[in-house]
């Protein structure tokens, strides 16, 4: 396994993470990162966000995570869905909210958690349900597994897990 992975599964693995993420929508676009190294092929996209720290409430957590993957400053709306995505060693239980409002030009962030020469977040960009669609299963989101356009995403409610 190499350094990257290794890196990835030290932070990650072998225990239960929370996640807080963003459905960011504009001119009928969701906003996705591309991760490197998460999923089969080294490709994985998926909406903005990331782990909560000890203190920090759920609109905080998805406020810098947005900030530091894509340079947005948001404004949190109503929470949507709970995902649960279980692909052993990684655990996390992901918490999706609305984006209300957002301000900033996009940029390609980066993780405080990983090294400088570690870094996953290969890509930021607002991507249409068709692109999305057009993805191998394997290299997006689950939650985009049983939707067809916007609206779809945006009427997810209660639980889904990852299977």
Request: glycine share 8%.
């Amino acid at each position: 396994m190499d350094a990257e992975k290794n890196e990835l599964i030290g932070l990650y693995g072998s225990r239960l993470r929370i996640r807080v993420c963003g459905i960011c929508i504009a001119d009928a676009r969701i906003l996705l990162v591309r991760h490197r190294f998460v999923g089969d092929e080294n490709i994985f996209w998926s909406p903005p966000g990331g782990g909560m720290q000890f203190g920090e409430s759920a609109p905080e957590t998805l406020k810098r995570e947005f900030l530091e993957e894509t340079g947005l400053i948001v404004e949190a709306g109503e929470m949507l869905f709970v995902n649960e995505f279980i692909q052993p060693p990684l655990h996390a239980i992901e918490l999706f909210f609305q984006i209300k409002a957002f301000s900033g030009s996009i940029i390609t962030g980066s993780d405080p958690e990983f090294s400088e020469a570690n870094q996953i977040i290969r890509e930021v960009r607002f991507t249409s349900m068709e692109e999305i669609k057009q993805l191998p299963a394997n290299h997006v989101h689950s939650l985009f597994r049983n939707c067809d356009s916007i609206e779809d995403v945006m009427a997810l409610r209660g639980y889904l897990g990852d299977d």
